[in-house]
């Protein structure tokens, strides 16, 4: 099979199992089976806690799985690759550069020469309405803005995969859907295929083409959604139409009963 | 509309900046009080040490008196020491701590980034690092006064082993502690190892490391003093030796007044030095 044709992703029953500090051992992830074709969109929701950003880890190359494959654009995943961006729960721009050398950072550590990384960096910068802001540093900007250092950075990398763990789960609620707008308007562009961790259910059906339910810990695929509403979409007007609802409560009953096992499970580790 | 109604909202609007304005005024007549205060203790404290030396309470040739310290370096500046005139003996030290404190801040920062990074080098190497920590090393002076000689080479040897372990432990601390996160997103932005090291790790380290160079050019000065003190042709360290033999207790005194300014002069360097380097971090008040 050519490269061309296969699956942006493709996860065959893998499994990741941590050594913890005390020498036990904990499953993160158990036996997952997802795949994710070229240009989809797909949001994986679970309950807190469950795996989820372990999944991203495994096919960003981070983390090696214990069990199992991990393919990307056919080919095993050894170790970090140049096809995939990766946007951070937690701020990950670099404090001490601007914001400017924080996008150029991609692009010159894949040895892109300082001119062409430049520009390069202004273009994305304009395109997230930062372009004011290049000779700021990180700690002088609002959440959201350092959110969009963060897209833009990962973006000038022309990602073919774009790994996002609840990217935006830091920010107030307006900003967050104003962010998700400006992720499906950059996103729309550039064809890449999208995985968004996220526990919040309305976020990922706005945003994705599938959204996989998760198990309670371990992780393992429960059920697989087919989002059918149309693009483009405005993440605000999107959540009150009919079907949007409709589709929220079908996926809810599949997720309601993992958070309840997840929230049993930890009053009975309180108890 | 009554007229009291309507002239209410206008005191309001004046009494607004009329506070802002005794604040800032409360906070400058505080300033002006400690700056007062602190002139006054120091007074105090020079007034009351001179009076009883000059009344014989305290013993005025063991204890000497700030008029007599006064002098002896105002002597010194305008005669020059036994030793020769007072700034080459300031310059001496100064270079002898400033060398080995350079030297001693490189290596302290390579090895403490290259063993934060290399967990194999760590385990080989953490407990000998402990072993040489916890002895006194000031006790390595005579030792290099012998390997050599009286010149500038056994001063810089002693500041070089003081600065190195601080500096070293906070480096080694700094790479530890490198916020995985921004690791993460360097590689997977396409970082290798090498520029992990350089652009991630060096940099977050650098606040870490700046802490401790305040402390550790303390320590140059330590060892360079202690080392012409044991032995040598020059330096103000000699010129406490020779006080201290000749029983003059207001040259030992005047020596630590020149040290003391001389160590105030580089700490304000460093700051000036730490506040550009330092841009991008948040000033916290």
Same mark, same amino acid.
């Given at each position: ?25 904990? =499953?993160?992830?158990?036996?997952l ?6 240009g ?7 309950? =807190? ?45 670099f ?65 073919e995969?774009l ?27 550039t ?5 968004? $961790? ?13 959204? /996989? ?16 509403l ?31 096992? =997840? ?9 | ?31 002006? $009080?400690? =700056?007062? /205060?602190? /002139? ?28 007599k ?29 400033l ?38 090393r ?15 080479a ?77 032995? @040598? ?31 105030? @002069? ?20």
């Amino acid at each position: 099979m050519s490269a061309d044709t296969s699956p942006a992703i493709q996860l065959r029953g893998a499994s990741k199992i941590f050594r913890t500090p005390s020498g036990g051992l904990h =499953t993160a992830v158990r036996e997952l089976d997802l795949t994710v074709g070229r240009g989809e969109f797909v949001a994986v929701v679970g309950p =807190t806690g469950c795996g989820k950003s372990t999944t991203l880890t495994l096919v960003s190359g981070l983390e090696e799985p214990t069990e199992g494959e991990v393919l990307v654009a056919g080919e095993p995943v050894h170790g970090v690759g140049d096809k995939v961006g990766f946007v951070f729960q937690q701020d990950a721009t670099f404090p001490w550069r601007t914001v400017l050398s924080n996008v150029m950072a991609g692009p010159r550590f894949r040895g892109v020469p300082k001119a062409e990384a430049r520009q390069k960096a202004r273009e994305w910068l304009a395109r997230v309405g930062l372009a004011a802001f290049e000779d700021r540093y990180p700690h002088q900007l609002s959440g959201g803005q350092r959110k969009r250092v963060a897209l833009a950075a990962t973006f000038v990398n022309d990602p073919e995969i774009l790994l996002m763990d609840e990217p935006f789960s830091a920010l107030d609620v307006q900003t967050r859907a104003l962010m998700s707008d400006e992720l499906l308007e950059l996103w729309e562009g550039t064809g890449a295929s999208v995985v968004f $961790v996220t526990h919040d259910l309305e976020e990922s059906i706005a945003l994705a083409d599938k959204v /996989v339910v998760m198990t309670a810990g371990p992780a393992t695929v429960k059920q697989v959604f087919d989002i059918d509403l149309p693009r483009p979409r405005k993440v605000e007007s999107v959540r009150l139409e009919p079907r949007f609802i409709e589709i929220y409560r079908e996926i809810w009953e599949s997720l309601g009963e993992e958070v309840r096992i =997840t929230r049993e499970r930890g009053a009975a580790h309180v108890a | 509309m009554s007229p009291e109604v309507l002239s209410t909202p206008v005191v309001d609007t004046v009494k607004a900046p009329d506070r802002s304005q005794s604040r800032a005024r409360a906070a400058r007549r505080r300033k002006i $009080v400690v =700056t007062v /205060v602190r /002139v006054l203790l120091l007074i105090g404290i020079l007034g009351l040490w001179e009076a009883f030396s000059r009344a014989e309470v305290i013993d005025p040739f063991n204890f000497s008196m700030p008029t007599k310290i006064w002098d002896q370096i105002w002597t010194w500046i305008t005669h020059g020491t036994a030793l020769g005139p007072l700034g080459e003996q300031i310059w001496y030290t100064l270079y002898e701590a400033l060398l080995g404190w350079v030297l001693g801040v490189a290596a302290g920062v390579v090895f403490g980034i290259a063993l934060g990074r290399i967990t194999f080098l760590a385990d080989v190497l953490g407990p000998y690092i402990k072993v040489l920590n916890s002895m006194p090393r000031i006790i390595l002076a005579p030792i290099f006064l012998i390997w050599f000689g009286l010149g500038p080479a056994s001063k810089v040897a002693s500041a070089v082993v003081l600065v190195f372990f601080p500096v070293f432990f906070n480096a080694f601390q700094g790479a530890r502690e490198v916020d995985r996160n921004l690791v993460a997103n360097a590689r997977i932005l396409g970082a290798s190892d090498r520029r992990v090291t350089l652009q991630v790790v060096i940099p977050s380290a650098t606040s870490w490391i700046f802490t401790s160079l305040h402390v550790s050019f303390g320590f140059a000065l330590i060892g360079a003093i202690v080392g012409e003190y044991i032995g @040598a042709t020059k330096g103000i360290g000699l010129l406490v030796s020779q006080s201290q033999n000749t029983f003059n207790a207001a040259g030992v005194y005047a020596a630590m007044v020149i040290l003391a300014v001389v160590a105030l @002069a580089a700490e304000g360097l460093l700051t000036f030095v730490e506040r550009r380097v330092f841009r991008w971090k948040p000033t916290n008040s």
